[in-house]
């Protein structure tokens, strides 16, 4: 049975948001990174209170678990980093009011079954992360700076969505005056193959007229002849 499949059971089981379930993916206990896609849902939720509070209780219980899951302490730094950088406000605040959380892991750590102290990663993280909510010149300069920034990003998504958008409209317009341009010439190449066929027919008339002509010329020739004959 797989860990994704327990988490999703224990989700549905345990009645969790779909924002706790976003954090509870991002901060899974396995081997692979924390998924940037997922820090910015997580990030973009932190704006409705609701969810806020929903994110940073999932993301409480994470960084207090037990050694053995220092995965799960890792990526929380790791999404809290995140939120800190690019999420609303209210991240900051919690944050800095729950400050001893990330200042007591600076401190963590756990040795894994081969010896290997996995705690050292976690003690840079809240180093890191503890600095720079003490610093409220570089915290306020790096929002400022990535707002921005995710601004530029959503005007330059918007104006490729325009561009695309009128990329399409001018394509269709192109391909109906296309079919305009083609519908009149095949209107006139349509009158074009009528007149020729009218002036082949016109032909053939005149010619069969022509026909027509020489048997009458043939007929006066021959009762020419017949007169003649009678004079005789």
């Known amino acids: 049975m797989s860990k994704q499949f327990v988490r999703s059971a224990k989700n549905a089981f345990k009645g969790y948001s779909s924002a706790q379930v976003l954090v509870r993916d991002a901060t899974s206990n396995d081997m692979r990174s924390t998924n940037i896609g997922l820090m910015q849902e997580i990030a973009a939720r932190t704006y409705d209170s609701?969810?806020?509070?929903?994110?940073?209780?999932m993301l409480d219980k994470r960084l207090n678990d037990k050694g053995k899951y220092w995965k799960h302490?890792?990526?929380?730094?790791?999404?809290?980093?995140?939120?800190?950088?690019?999420?609303?406000?209210?991240?900051?605040?919690?944050?800095?009011?729950?400050?001893?959380?990330?200042?007591?892991?600076?401190?963590?750590?756990?040795?894994?079954?081969?010896?290997?102290?996995?705690?050292?990663?976690?003690?840079?993280?809240?180093?890191?992360?503890s600095d720079l909510l003490a610093d409220d010149e570089r915290l306020r300069d790096e929002r400022r700076l990535n707002q921005s920034r995710n601004y530029n990003a959503n005007n330059n998504n918007s104006r490729?969505?325009?561009?695309?958008?009128?990329?399409?409209?001018?394509?269709?317009?192109?391909?109906?005056?296309?079919?305009?341009?083609?519908?009149?010439?095949?209107?006139?190449d349509y009158n074009d193959y009528n007149d020729s066929n009218d002036y082949n027919s016109g032909n053939n008339s005149r010619g069969g007229g022509g026909g027509e002509g020489t048997d009458d010329d043939l007929r006066k020739a021959i009762e020419e002849s017949k007169k003649n004959c009678t004079r005789r």
């Not at 800190?84 to 406000?89: I, K, M, N």
């Not at 969505?161 to 079919?179: I, K, M, P």
């Open 50 to 57: 609701v969810e806020f509070f929903e994110i940073m209780e």
């Open 73 to 129: 302490i890792v990526k929380s730094l790791t999404v809290l980093d995140y939120l800190v950088r690019f999420g609303s406000e209210n991240c900051v605040l919690w944050c800095k009011e729950n400050l001893y959380i990330i200042k007591t892991l600076k401190e963590f750590r756990y040795q894994d079954e081969n010896g290997i102290d996995q705690g050292q990663i976690i003690r840079v993280k809240a180093k890191d992360l």
């Open 160 to 188: 490729n969505r325009y561009n695309r958008s009128r990329g399409n409209s001018r394509a269709r317009r192109d391909y109906n005056n296309s079919n305009d341009y083609n519908s009149s010439n095949d209107y006139n």
